[in-house]
């Protein structure tokens, strides 16, 4: 089985926005590699975030209909719903590393997924958390993360 990799919002938020020129062609050579290996993975607090960043907070957004079909797609990555028992896993992520409530959940459904790796520009970049590497997806590159 490959390697699976939980993407942060701002990964999938950054490949759409054009006013990011260094960071957008990286986040999509990344989503490009994740298709081509089906090893992406979100959770459903991911799509909505990307949802209401792409349509409400990106200059230029994308229309309602473009971001519907986005999700759409990322919905082949199987993403995971926030449950009760993800809540109270979070607990304890939190109390241990003190990341902000909406980490900790990201950080949980990466864990949940069996993810080995987590790409977050905002995170503390290779940190270990468990069996789950955080990792900066602009700091490294694709080879060096990918087997």
Same mark, same amino acid.
């Given at each position: 089985m490959s390697v699976k990799y939980f993407v942060d919002t701002n990964i999938l938020v950054y490949a759409r926005d054009s006013t990011e020129s260094e960071k $957008?062609? #990286?986040?999509k050579q990344w989503l490009t590699y &994740? !298709? %081509?290996?089906?090893?992406?993975r979100i959770s459903t $607090?991911?799509?909505n975030e990307y949802y +209401?960043? +792409?349509? $409400?907070k990106l200059k230029p957004g994308l229309s309602r209909e473009q971001a519907r079909a986005d999700l759409w797609a990322l919905a082949v990555w199987q993403p995971l719903e926030i449950s009760t028992q993800l809540i109270e896993a979070s607990w304890d #992520? $939190? *109390? %241990?590393y003190a990341y902000s !409530?909406?980490?900790t959940l990201v950080i949980t459904a990466a864990l949940f997924l069996d993810c080995?790796? &987590?790409?977050?520009? *905002?995170?503390q970049h290779q940190q270990k958390i468990n069996k789950l590497t955080i990792m900066n997806p602009f700091l490294v590159g694709l080879d060096e993360l990918t087997e």
């Open positions: $957008q062609p #990286i986040a &994740l !298709w %081509q290996q089906e090893s992406g $607090q991911v799509m +209401v960043t +792409v349509t $409400q #992520i $939190q *109390d %241990q !409530w909406w980490d080995k790796y &987590l790409l977050s520009e *905002d995170m």
